[in-house]
C-alpha cells in the first residue's frame, strides 16, 4: 500500500501543524481588530466557475473530479467573486479566507499541489482607502508576527498599460509584463535582452528608461504622472494614508492577474522576498455576472512559515506546560483532578496514560519538550500541594495548585 | 453559468463562518489544554490508502479525481492511520484534527456532501485512561461551548460481541448491529419486529433481554459482566476516573465501525440528539502495516453549529465594537489613525471605505450591527477626544481614547 501522502502534497505533523495555525491565529486577530469577517466556501466548484477566471494556463491546473463537472478551486478569489455576485451584503463587503487551494503543477522545492492562501479582500467600494486598509491590516498581521523591517512596493497597472499604449506595445504586453515579473528571479540584464527581443532595441530603452525612474518616493510620482497621471495620484493617496513608508517600484507587476489599479507587495526585510501582496481588480466581479469594485491582498503562508521556523531555534512540539505525573497508579485519579484545576485555571496540562513508572513518566515530558512535572504521591495528596519538578534545573518545590497556576501563568 | 456552490455543498456566509469559527475554536482552547496537538494532513489520499478502511459501502461515497488514482479523504481517520504508522511519534500521540471531508451521497436536510469532522485520537495506549480523557476532553469543551445537563452513554463491542457469541448469531452480527444502530431512529417495536426476522422471535427476545437491563450503573453493571466480564471491568473503570454521571446503554452500537472495545456517545441534554461520539478501534493501524492501540472521539459540528444558533436569538455579523466615523473627507486619515489606537488595545474598529456622509456611515454601523460610532470631527482633533455614540439608545459622550478603549473592553 501507498504510505505516503499523494505526489506534491505533505502531511502537516504536529511541529508545523502547529506553526501554521499559530500563524493564522495572529493573522486572523489582526484583521477581525479591522472588521474583516470570515466567509468559506465549498473546496469544488462547478468547472465553468473556475474557468470563467482561470484561463488556458491555470485550466490545465486543475484538480478535475471524475465526473468533468467538478474541480477544486485553485484560489479564493473565484469563490469570493462567485458568492459576492450572488448576495447582497451590505458594502464595502469585507471578509478574510485562510484554506488551502489546489493546482496540477510540477511539485518543486517549496512548491506544492496543496498549499494555504490567506486572503482579504474588500468588495464595494472604488476609494483608495481600501487599498491603504489593506496594507494597513496585512502590515500589522505580520508585525505581529515578528517581522520587522518591512518593506511595502506600490505600483500601478493603469501606469502599466498607459505606458504599453505610449510605446505603442499593446499587442504584446502579455509577454511584456511577463519579462517585467521575471525581474527579481532572472536579473535585469537578462529580462532586458529578452525584451528587446520581444518590442526591439529602441521601445525596450525607452520602456526601462520610464520604469527604472530612480531617487525618492516623490521624484518616482512626478516620472509616473508624466505615464499616467490618473494612476499616480491614486497611489499618492495611498502613501499619503499610510502610517508607514512605501517605496514607489514601477517595475512591479504581480504576475499576469487580472489587476485594474493599484498593485503591492510587502517584503519580509533584509534579503527576505516577496510575503504578500494584491492590489485592485476591478473587472472580475463583472465576469459572475454583478460588475462591482474590489481589491484584496494574499499572504505567503508557507513562506512566512518557513521565514519563522528559520528564526526559531526549535519549533514547539506541544502547548503543554505541565504534566501532572503519578507517583503509583493508585493516584492516577487524584492527578486528573489536579490537571483538572489546572485546566480550569488555563494552563495546559497532562497525565500519564499509560500507566507508566515516575521515571518513564519523566521521559515523556523531556520527549515532548513539557519544562514542568507536577508530582502526586501520598504526601502531596495528604498536603494538599504538589511537587513542582523544573525538569531543565532538576529543582522541585512544594507548592498548592493556586501557586503552581500562577507560576506557570508566567512561563 | 452556474452561480451555486456544487450541488449538496455549502457557501458559509459570514455569519455561519464565524459561528463555525468561534465553535472550533473554543474546541481547539479545551483540547490544548488536555495537551493534544493540531495535525493535517492533504484533502486527497492515495484510493488504495481510502479503500484500506471503507467498505464497499463508503468507498461508492468517495469524490474521486480524474485519472482514478486519488480520491477526496470521507473521514480524518484513515489519514490518522496512515501517518501513525509510518511516523515514530512519542507515545500515546495524542492529536485534533478539524477539517472537511466529503462523501457523495444524496443531499438531505442536514446532510451534506461536504462536511466538518473535529477529531481527537489517542494513538499508543491500551489503558482505559484513553477514553476517561476522550470523555473529559470532550465533556469540557462541550461546557465551554455552553451546553449543560450533557448525557454520556457507555457501551463496549466485546460486550456486543460476546452476546453476539452466546447467543450463535456471529454470522448476523452485521445486520443485527446495524438494526440496534437504528432503535433512536425507528423505535424499538420496530427494530424488535424486524429483528425477529433476522434471527428468529426466540434469538432476538434474549438479545433484547440482555442488552435491555434497567436500573442503575451498577445494575446494568451486573448484567454486562454476566455476558462479558472483561468489557464490563472496563467500563467500570472508565466511570470510576470521570467526573461525571455516566450512563450504561448496552443498545449503543455507534455505526458499523471499527470499534473493538469502549464506545460511547454524549448527547446534549433533553431532547437533543447525539453531539459527539467515539470509542476504541485497536485494530485500524494494523491495516497500515503498523499495529497499535487507538482510540478518539469526534464532535458532530454541524449539530452543535444549529443547536447554538437555535439558543442565540440572532447570529453576530461582525466582531467589530467601533466604527470610527469621519465627519468630512478630510479627517478620514485622523479617523484612521484613532481606529489604529483603538486596534491597538484590543478593540475592533472600522472606519468608513467609502467616502460617504456622517449619516450613511451611522447605516453601514447599524446594517452591520456595530453599536459604537466613533465620531471625529474639528472639535474632537482640537480637543484630543472622540465623541462616542451607542447606536442603541442614541445617547452621546466626549471621551478620550484610552477611556473609550476602557469602555468597549467591557461590552
Do not use: H
Not at 35 to 43: D, H, K, R, S, W
Not at 179 to 205: C, H, S, T, Y
Not at 250 to 273: D, H, M, N, S
Amino acid at each position: 500500500m501507498t504510505k505516503t501522502a499523494p505526489k506534491g502534497m505533505r502531511d502537516m505533523l504536529p511541529e508545523d501543524a502547529m506553526a501554521r495555525r499559530e500563524v493564522l491565529e495572529t493573522v486572523e486577530q489582526a484583521y477581525r481588530r479591522y472588521g474583516f469577517v470570515p466567509m468559506e466556501t465549498p473546496a469544488m466548484e462547478y468547472m465553468d466557475t473556475l474557468r470563467a477566471k482561470a484561463g488556458a494556463e491555470i485550466e490545465k491546473q486543475i484538480f478535475v473530479l471524475k465526473d468533468g463537472e467538478l474541480g477544486l478551486r485553485f484560489d479564493l478569489t473565484v469563490p469570493l467573486a462567485r458568492v459576492a455576485a450572488n448576495n447582497a451584503f451590505a458594502k464595502p463587503f469585507k471578509r478574510y479566507a485562510f484554506a488551502p487551494v489546489w493546482r496540477y503543477e510540477e511539485p518543486q522545492r517549496g512548491r506544492f499541489r496543496e498549499f494555504w492562501q490567506a486572503d482579504v479582500d474588500i468588495i464595494g467600494s472604488k476609494s483608495m482607502r481600501c487599498e491603504a486598509e489593506l496594507l494597513c491590516a496585512a502590515y500589522d498581521a505580520l508585525t505581529a508576527l515578528g517581522f520587522r523591517d518591512l518593506k511595502v512596493l506600490l505600483n500601478s497597472r493603469k501606469i502599466l498599460d498607459a505606458l504599453a499604449t505610449k510605446l505603442d506595445i499593446e499587442n504584446k504586453k502579455e509577454a511584456v509584463f511577463r519579462l517585467l515579473d521575471k525581474i527579481d528571479k532572472a536579473g535585469q540584464e537578462k529580462v532586458r535582452a529578452e525584451m528587446e527581443e520581444v518590442i526591439g532595441a529602441q521601445k525596450a530603452r525607452e520602456l526601462f528608461a520610464a520604469l527604472g525612474a530612480k531617487g525618492d518616493a516623490k521624484g518616482r510620482l512626478t516620472a509616473a504622472k508624466k505615464i499616467s497621471e490618473e494612476g499616480a495620484k491614486e497611489l499618492e493617496e495611498i502613501i499619503s494614508l499610510c502610517p508607514f513608508g512605501i517605496e514607489i517600484d514601477l517595475e512591479l507587476v504581480r504576475g499576469l492577474g487580472y489587476y485594474t489599479g493599484p498593485i503591492f507587495e510587502i517584503k519580509g526585510g533584509e534579503g527576505i522576498g516577496s510575503i504578500a501582496g494584491g492590489g485592485r481588480y476591478d473587472n472580475l466581479l463583472g465576469l459572475y455576472g454583478q460588475p462591482d469594485y474590489a481589491a484584496g491582498i494574499s499572504l505567503g503562508v508557507e513562506r512566512i512559515m518557513t521565514l519563522i521556523k528559520e528564526r526559531k531555534a526549535e519549533a514547539k512540539k506541544t502547548y503543554t506546560k505541565v504534566l501532572v505525573a503519578n507517583v503509583k497508579p493508585e493516584f492516577y485519579r487524584n492527578a486528573m483532578e489536579i490537571a483538572a484545576q489546572l485546566r480550569a485555571g488555563g494552563i495546559a496540562a497532562e497525565t500519564d496514560l499509560n500507566g507508566r513508572n515516575l521515571r518513564k513518566q519523566f521521559d515523556y515530558a523531556n520527549a515532548l519538550g513539557i519544562r514542568y512535572v507536577a508530582i502526586i504521591g501520598e504526601r502531596e495528596i495528604k498536603e494538599k500541594k504538589v511537587t513542582l519538578r523544573d525538569m531543565e534545573s532538576g529543582k522541585e518545590k512544594s507548592i498548592s495548585v493556586e501557586d503552581a497556576i500562577k507560576e506557570l501563568e508566567k512561563c
